[in-house]
């Protein structure tokens, strides 16, 4: 075995069955500590064998059972060794496992990440995507217990042929309507009412997966009065305006979700990927304030600058004293790359932080914004409800003084809890 990452992956590899593949590659997770323990929990919980690769959020390496942590490894070859993989959805990794024929789950996180999993649902090579503000170990158990069926396997495996197809979908948004709106209008006109036509993948049945994956194809095939509407005539322009309607809606959601990508996620990920690099050769990294409204984000964004522009400048002569006082004219040289490496990460970090972490807090403040309504709706008919109840005859006996007490008591609770963390 030609082994690119150490030999400590060469004797895990060997010493059990294939194991499954998690990584989220160059993401920068806001809360890795809660994720890690996800990961972990949900591994136990299936009792598979991980990889786990730390990545740009620098996963803590907790000494697990039947886990093995790695930093970086080629994707190519690492893929030939496990036996399902679970990533963010970047194209390049998406194409990676399924040219490895690797059952894939994919937990997105922005851009075209939540497409490459829904294309991969589609095809039966893995489950539904988890948005990653959605996963827990229970979701995540069952996405790997699901890649790990013959069902899976034999997809992920068939599913080969379609990676040239793949590229071509990014542009179904604009052309897929029209083409839906022409194969509907055809399939009505050849539609037998008494015999409803069936449709199928039928690039999954091939030779050598036909009896694995028939189980597959018998629950991924549909009757014809699933996709259409036995009550419209194929001369209904409203074929057209559904089309219309269906392609609007998704432009704008894609619209949505990739000028969050551009003007949040991206910035955000380059500004914490350049400030953890001086991780690599030994040195703290400041830790900055949560960001919660814009508030917060203009002050770590006016904290981030100050202080990376005064490090990254000192930097270089700090680094170059320090490795002079250690090793001489070798520590000079040593000094000065970490104290020109400083300069570029600190500053860069600190220029693009300024746009950065006031677009995520005015995000998170429009978030909050938004959801607030509905919730202020829900507590007011709450109230309603509780005020009709009080009022009906015969109706709840509430003892409102000792109701009082016990909120002030849970009210208080909370917040004592909230000052301990």
């Avoid at 790997?144 to 495996?157: K, S």
């Avoid at 507590?379 to 409800?385: D, F, G, I, K, N």
Wanted: a positive charge; one cysteine or more; proline letters at 6%.
């Amino acid at each position: 075995m030609t082994l690119p990452s150490g030999p400590e992956l060469d004797v895990f590899l060997r010493a059990g069955p294939p194991p499954v593949y998690i990584g989220f590659g160059s993401i920068v997770i806001e809360d890795v500590e809660k994720t890690l323990s996800i990961l972990l929990n949900a591994i136990q919980e299936t009792g598979v064998r991980a990889i786990i690769s730390c990545g740009w959020s620098n996963l803590e390496r907790r000494e697990t059972p039947n886990v093995h942590y790695i930093g970086d490894c080629p994707h190519e070859w690492l893929f030939q060794h496990v036996a399902a993989v679970v990533h963010h959805g970047g194209a390049g990794t998406t194409a990676c496992g399924l040219r490895n024929g690797k059952p894939t789950t994919v937990v997105p996180f922005f851009g075209d990440q939540p497409f490459w999993g829904n294309m991969i649902a589609a095809m039966g090579a893995g489950p539904e995507p988890i948005p990653h503000k959605n996963l827990t170990a229970r979701k995540l158990a069952d996405a790997i217990t699901y890649c790990l069926t013959p069902q899976a396997v034999a997809v992920a495996r068939a599913s080969l042929s379609t990676l040239t197809g793949m590229a071509d979908a990014t542009a179904g948004i604009f052309i897929d309507p029209y083409k839906e709106y022409k194969r509907l209008r055809k399939s009505d006109r050849n539609r037998d009412a008494s015999n409803p036509a069936t449709v199928s993948h039928p690039q999954l049945a091939t030779p050598e997966t036909s009896s694995t994956a028939e189980s597959a194809l018998i629950t991924r095939t549909h009757s014809s009065s699933d996709i259409l509407d036995t009550e419209c005539s194929s001369d209904d322009p409203d074929y057209a305006r559904q089309m219309a309607i269906a392609a609007a809606t998704s432009l704008g959601i894609f619209l949505g979700r990739s000028s969050r990508g551009a003007l949040v996620d991206l910035p955000l990920a380059a500004v914490e990927g350049m400030r953890a690099v001086p991780r690599l050769y030994g040195e703290k990294v400041r830790l900055h304030d949560p960001v919660r409204d814009w508030k917060s984000g203009a002050g770590v964004a006016w904290s981030t600058f100050s202080h990376g522009l005064y490090e990254g400048v000192t930097d270089i002569f700090v680094h170059t004293y320090q490795g002079k006082k250690k090793q001489g004219a070798i520590g000079v040289a040593k000094g000065l790359t970490k104290g020109l490496v400083s300069l570029t990460v600190k500053t860069g970090a600190a220029t693009v932080g300024l746009i950065a972490y006031p677009n995520q807090g005015i995000y998170r403040s429009l978030m909050s914004t938004v959801r607030k309504r509905p919730a202020k709706r829900i507590e007011q008919a709450r109230w309603t409800e509780a005020e009709w109840i009080t009022r009906a005859e015969g109706g709840m006996q509430i003892d409102a003084a000792g109701l009082c007490w016990l909120y002030d008591e849970l009210l208080s609770t909370r917040e004592t809890a909230r000052r301990g963390r």
